[in-house]
């Protein structure tokens, strides 16, 4: 009988230091899961235009379901994304996690519209641009679309990251998003 109290003390033994391994990876900074987007643009005097992209089953075969919208031409907008993870009735706040992470992350905006430009209005702790927050110029009337594009872990140092040019950025696509928009007189 005390044999076997022997073993089994041995046996639990081996068990606690296997399963204390240094070799167990930590996860940290995983990539986030964005299943919402709310773009809201805002001119003075104007009632806020707001842009939505929703991609329901996350990285499953579904196409996102997406709203784009109508500026003024030549007009100043002040733009807010905020970027949600909702799962079965539960919705995770992806934009608070991007702004405790900011160092991490950075969102460029792409478009083909002619004089449609973009201008970062807030930045991460080491006075990088992050762009959650943004001001919209509109030029006259045109048709198009802009990318808003999500990287984990850009180069900030990268040139011309900073100005938001995404080619030297690298990193990984967290969210990809295309808005069709019509700038009208």
């Not at 987007?37 to 996350?58: C, E, I, K, R, S």
Request: hydrophobic share 35%; aromatic share 6%.
């Amino acid at each position: 009988m005390k044999t076997k109290s022997i073993v089994f003390a041995f046996l639990a033994l081996g068990i606690s230091f296997t399963s204390c391994s240094d070799d167990d990876p930590v996860i940290e900074n995983q990539e986030e899961v964005i299943t919402n987007v709310n773009f809201t643009l805002t001119a003075t005097g104007a009632d806020p235009v707001t842009f939505t992209w929703v991609d329901a089953d996350g990285e499953g075969p579904g196409a996102p379901v997406v709203v784009g919208g109508t500026l003024k031409a030549n007009t100043t907008y002040t733009a807010n994304l905020e970027l949600l993870n909702v799962q079965n009735e539960e919705t995770d706040n992806v934009t608070t996690e991007i702004k405790e992470e900011d160092e991490d992350h950075q969102l460029f905006y792409t478009t083909n519209i002619s004089g449609l430009s973009v201008a970062y209005t807030d930045e991460d702790e080491d006075g990088n641009p992050l762009g959650l927050a943004t001001t919209i110029t509109t030029g006259d009337a045109a048709k198009g679309s802009i990318t808003i594009l999500l990287r984990h872990e850009p180069n900030k140092g990268a040139e011309g990251v900073a100005e938001g040019n995404i080619a030297n950025a690298g990193g990984a696509n967290e969210l990809d998003a295309t808005f069709d928009i019509d700038v009208v007189e």
